[in-house]
């Protein structure tokens, strides 16, 4: 069964902690890709990597990091240094490239009090 | 400025009736306009991907149209069922220099589908 897994679903933090987010695919898709949804806002793309160990910033990185070590995961990093942390978070993935069709995963959403 | 527009903001309709959502861009250089559909709480859902060159796509019960000269497209569906009720995105990839590509997303347009 192929697709996009991201995990957790929602997830909790203090304020001043880091947060990792899981994804992973077994698609055998070569891109992936980081979103931010806010509620009034069209999906912002925060980082995208088009092949292993090589990323690139998106529109909002800042207060983010990522890291592409294996084709089927890449996982994003909350800091502490992100002024609004709490969103819903989005990976995608897709063949090759930001033209070709994304695939998306379920979404994790993330609160800091 | 690259921009997607889309209307109306929301929509409420009945359960077996069709409806025409609306996508006007802005987005130069223009490579693909895309539909998704997104349920509360989850990713977005590949409907539709329109080149340049096609005027007409249909997936099931949405049809989605793309008017290249005028830059606007419109999803149509049709004998709404309940479980259309989501928000629609239109999306639109821009091939900028440098072989450098960008999707510009609006905002949506929020569906609800009432029996």
């Known amino acids: 069964d192929g697709g996009i897994t991201q995990s957790p679903k929602y997830l909790f933090r203090k304020e001043g902690q880091n947060v990792t987010l899981s994804c992973e695919q077994n698609l055998n898709h070569d891109a992936m890709y980081w979103y931010r949804q806010d509620p009034g806002q069209g999906l912002r793309l925060i980082y995208y990597s088009q092949i292993v160990n090589d990323f690139q910033k998106g529109d909002i990185a800042e207060g983010y990091s990522v890291s592409r070590e294996k084709k089927e995961s890449f996982p994003l990093t909350v800091t502490s240094a992100q002024k609004n942390p709490t969103a819903f978070y989005l990976c995608?993935?897709?063949?090759?490239?930001?033209?070709?069709?994304?695939?998306f995963g379920p979404g994790t959403r993330l609160t800091v009090t | 400025k690259n921009q997607v527009e889309q209307s109306p903001q929301s929509l409420i309709i009945l359960e077996g009736k069709n409806c025409t959502l609306q996508c006007n861009y802005t987005v130069s250089p223009f490579s693909n306009l895309r539909w998704y559909k997104q349920d509360t709480g989850r990713g977005p859902v590949s409907l539709t991907i329109m080149t340049f060159s096609e005027n007409t796509k249909s997936n099931g019960r949405y049809t989605a149209t793309l008017d290249a000269d005028t830059k606007q497209s419109s999803l149509h569906i049709t004998a709404s069922q309940l479980s259309d009720s989501a928000s629609y995105i239109c999306v639109v990839s821009s091939d900028l220099a440098g072989n450098n590509r960008k999707l510009i997303w609006g905002l949506g347009t929020s569906l609800a589908v009432n029996p």
């Open positions: 995608a993935s897709s063949l090759t490239g930001i033209s070709y069709e994304q695939y």
